[in-house]
C-alpha cells in the first residue's frame, strides 16, 4: 500500500514536471521543488522494494516485534540540499519509534532529534492513516466509532445522556507514518539552535471492556478498608492525544474532565501540518494547493492509538473512594517493586494506568489501579496473579518486607530511597511517592489476605460501611493524612462505644473520633439529632468541650436547611458542645492542598483590613498566630487547628475573633 501510495504520487508529480518543462512561462523554482519531491518519492519506493522480508513483516504486524511489541510509527526525515553542479538532492533518514512514545515525539510540529539534526514534523502521511470519527462519553472512559447519520442515545456504560451530544463526536487519527521536510542548513544542529524545548500535550488514556471479560474477582473479608482486584482477559486501552496544552482550545468533557482539547490541524488530502492562523501549506500536486478553502483542512483532530491486552483493576485500600496523588504514586512504586521480587526478572511491560467509574456519591468517581500488559494479547503474568485470590497478595507481601527492612528506616526523616520504592517511582512524580504511605496502603490491603473472598466485579465492592456517605469517608482519610503530618501527632482506629473509631492525639491533647452518634435530651439537646462525628475530649481535665462535626453532602442534607439549623442551634444552646460544620468542598480542597491558603471571600477593604488585621494579631501576640493565619485556611483546617492547638484557640479567643471578622 505505501509502494502504490509513493508510486501514484511520483508519476503524479512526473506528469506536472513534464507539462512545466513545456512552458516556457515556467518558474524555474516551482520546477525545482517539484523535482526535489519526485526524487524523495522514487528513493523512498527503491527503499521499500529492497525492505528485508523479515523486517516487513514485523513492520505489518504479521509476526511479532520484541522490540516494539505494539506497532510502532515510522518517522522518514527529508533532508534537502544542492549538488556541486546545482541539482537539488536528498538525504531519507527513517526512524522507529514505539506508538506510546511516538504518541508525542512525532506529533504534528513537534522536534525530533537524532544525528545531529532537528527534524520538525510537517507531514502525516494519510494513506496508511484515515481520519476516524468516533464518539466520548462525558462521564466515563468509553468510546466508539460514530456510525454515519447515527443516533447516539445514552452511554451503553454509565448511561450518560451527554454521549448522544454533538460536541463529543470527534475526529481521530492513528498514525502510522510521519514526514518531516526541511533543508540542510534549517535541520542541523548548532550551538546557538540546541535550544530543545518540551511541548506539553493533553492527553488521556481511556479504558474500555466488557463485564464478560471478568474472569475472576476478589475482595477483602473486612469492611473497614474495602480491598479487592479482578482479571480482566482483554481490555482495550486508548491513549488519546488532544493536541498541545492551551487555555484557548475548545472545552470539551471526556471522562468528567472538562478541559480545552485544540487537536491539530492537517490537511484531508495531502497530510501537510498548519498552523493556527498561518498560510495553509500544501504538497505540490495537492489538490488544495493555492486554493486556501477551510474544507481542505482537518480541524481539531485528536491523535490516538489502541493496545488490547489483559489487566488486573485494583480498587485501592482506601476508606475513601477519593485518591490523592500520593496514595497513586506510592502504591504503584510498591507494586512495581512486588513484582520484581515475586517473578525474579524484568517486569518492565506491566504498567499502570488509573481507572476510574461513576459511582460515589457527589458525583465522586471511585478510583482504581489498572495494572496492564503491554505486550499485544498479554503474556499470562497478570492471570497467574489472580487465580486463587493469593498469588497478587504475595506480590504486595514481599513489596510490604522490602520496605520494611530497607535501611533507610532506621532514619526518620527519610521516606523512602532508591534501595527500595523510589527505584520503581517516576522521576517527574518523585515527590509524591512516599515508603510510609505505601506501607500503610499494603498493611491494609494485606490485613484480611488469608481470608479473600471471589465475588462478580469489584465494582460491586461497597464503600466503608462504618460511614452513611463517601463525604464522611473522605473526612476520616483527609484527617488521618494531615494528623500525622503534624510533628508529634498521631490518629489510630479504637473502639469506641462499641462502634469503630479513632483516637487522635498531639502531644499532650487527646481526642476520641467517634462516628455516627445520636444526641438527644439526655445529652441537654431539646432537637434530637445524629451527628456525622463526635470529638470527646480524651481528658477532661483540659475543660475541653466535645466538637460536633456534620459533614453536609448533598446526599443527605439536600432540601433540609431547616432542620440542619434547628439542631444545630439546639446542641450550641445547650452549653455543652462546640458545633462545625464541614462541605464537600472543604474536604476536598483541604485533601488536594493539605490546606494551602486560599482567597478568602471575606476579605475586606485596605483600611478597615488593616485595622482588623491588628487587632487579630493582637489574639496571637504577633502575626504569625494562629487567628491571624486564619484568614487564609478552610474550615477543615481551622478544625484541626482548633482541635490539636487548643491553647491557641480558646474559646473566648474564638468569640473575639468573630467579632472583629464582622467588623
Not at 563 to 588: H, N, P, Y
Request: net charge neutral; with cysteine.
Amino acid at each position: 500500500k505505501q509502494r502504490a501510495s509513493l508510486q501514484h504520487r511520483a508519476k503524479a508529480l512526473r506528469k506536472a514536471l513534464g507539462k512545466m518543462k513545456d512552458d516556457p512561462a515556467a518558474d524555474s523554482e516551482e520546477m525545482d521543488t517539484l523535482a526535489r519531491e519526485k526524487r524523495a518519492l522514487e528513493r523512498l519506493f527503491r527503499e521499500l522494494g529492497e525492505l528485508p522480508l523479515l523486517n516487513l513483516l514485523t513492520d505489518e504486524g504479521l509476526i511479532p516485534n520484541y522490540a516494539f511489541p505494539e506497532s510502532g510509527v515510522t518517522l522518514r526525515s527529508v533532508i534537502y540540499r544542492r549538488a556541486a553542479d546545482g541539482r537539488p538532492e536528498s538525504d531519507i533518514y527513517k526512524y522507529e519509534r514505539a506508538a506510546a512514545s511516538a504518541l508525542k515525539e512525532l506529533a504534528p510540529e513537534s522536534a525530533f532529534y537524532a544525528g545531529g539534526r532537528k527534524a520538525r514534523i510537517n507531514q502525516v502521511d494519510m494513506s496508511l492513516s484515515e481520519v476516524e470519527e468516533w464518539r466520548f462519553c462525558d462521564i466515563c472512559s468509553y468510546m466508539a466509532p460514530a456510525g454515519a447519520g447515527e443516533k447516539a442515545g445514552k452511554c451503553p456504560r454509565c448511561g450518560s445522556s451527554g454521549f448522544g451530544d454533538l460536541g463529543q463526536r470527534r475526529k481521530l487519527l492513528r498514525m502510522r507514518q510521519v514526514f518531516a521536510y526541511g533543508s540542510d542548513r534549517e535541520t542541523l544542529i548548532t550551538d546557538d539552535s540546541d535550544d530543545r524545548q518540551t511541548i506539553f500535550y493533553v492527553d488521556q488514556t481511556l479504558v474500555n471492556f466488557e463485564p464478560s471479560d471478568i474472569k475472576s474477582a476478589w475482595r477483602s473479608e473486612g469492611t473497614d478498608t474495602p480491598f479487592g482486584f479482578e482479571y480482566i482477559s482483554r481490555a482495550v486501552l486508548r491513549e488519546v492525544n488532544f493536541g498541545k496544552a492551551d487555555d484557548y482550545g475548545e472545552q470539551v468533557t471526556i471522562d468528567g474532565k472538562n478541559l480545552p482539547r485544540k487537536g491539530f490541524l492537517i490537511c484531508r488530502h495531502c497530510g501537510m501540518v498548519q498552523k493556527e492562523g498561518g498560510e495553509q501549506k500544501h504538497t505540490s500536486i495537492c489538490p488544495a494547493k493555492n486554493k486556501g478553502a477551510e474544507a481542505n483542512i482537518i480541524d481539531c483532530v485528536y491523535l490516538y492509538r489502541e493496545l488490547q491486552s489483559e489487566a488486573l483493576r485494583i480498587l485501592l485500600p482506601l476508606s475513601s473512594s477519593a485518591a490523592t496523588e500520593q496514595d497513586v504514586r506510592s502504591f504503584t512504586a510498591a507494586l512495581q517493586l512486588g513484582f520484581k521480587k515475586y517473578f525474579r526478572g524484568d517486569t518492565g511491560h506491566l504498567r499502570c494506568t488509573l481507572y476510574q467509574e461513576p459511582g460515589g456519591f457527589s458525583g465522586q468517581k471511585r478510583t482504581f489501579l489498572l495494572v496492564y500488559d503491554t505486550v499485544p494479547g498479554g503474556t499470562g503474568y497478570l492471570k497467574q496473579l489472580a487465580l486463587t485470590g493469593g498469588e497478587l497478595m504475595d506480590v504486595l507481601r514481599k513489596a510490604l518486607e522490602a520496605l520494611a527492612s530497607c535501611s533507610c528506616t532506621l532514619d526518620p526523616e527519610r521516606d523512602g530511597c532508591y534501595r527500595c520504592i523510589y527505584a520503581y517511582g517516576s522521576s517527574f512524580y518523585m515527590k509524591d511517592v512516599s515508603r510510609k504511605r505505601a506501607a500503610e496502603m499494603l498493611e491494609a490491603a494485606l490485613k484480611h489476605r488469608d481470608t479473600m473472598l471471589p465475588l462478580d466485579t469489584v465494582s460491586s465492592i461497597e464503600e466503608n460501611a462504618s460511614f452513611d456517605s463517601e463525604l464522611e469517608a473522605l473526612f476520616v482519610e483527609s484527617l488521618r493524612r494531615k494528623v500525622r503530618a503534624i510533628p508529634g501527632g498521631e490518629m489510630a482506629k479504637q473502639v469506641i462505644n462499641g462502634h469503630t473509631g479513632y483516637f487522635v492525639r498531639r502531644r499532650e491533647t487527646a481526642w476520641y473520633l467517634e462516628p455516627q452518634v445520636s444526641l438527644a435530651g439526655e445529652d441537654g439537646v431539646a432537637v434530637p439529632s445524629k451527628a456525622d462525628f463526635v470529638f470527646w475530649p480524651a481528658r477532661t481535665k483540659e475543660g475541653l468541650k466535645p466538637v460536633v462535626v456534620f459533614t453536609d453532602g448533598y446526599a443527605f442534607h439536600n432540601n433540609r436547611l431547616g432542620l440542619d439549623s434547628a439542631q444545630r442551634t439546639a446542641l450550641l444552646r445547650s452549653g455543652r458542645f462546640w458545633v462545625w460544620s464541614i462541605t464537600w468542598k472543604d474536604v476536598e480542597d483541604f485533601s488536594a492542598h493539605a490546606g494551602a491558603p486560599f482567597n478568602d471571600p471575606l476579605r475586606p477593604a485596605s483600611g478597615t483590613e488593616r485595622m482588623m488585621a491588628t487587632r487579630i494579631a493582637e489574639l496571637d501576640g504577633g502575626p504569625d498566630g494562629f487567628f491571624a493565619k486564619a484568614g487564609e485556611r478552610n474550615d477543615m483546617d481551622l478544625l484541626v487547628g482548633h482541635l490539636l492547638f487548643p491553647r491557641e484557640a480558646t474559646a473566648d479567643r474564638w468569640r473575639l475573633y468573630a467579632r472583629y471578622r464582622a467588623m
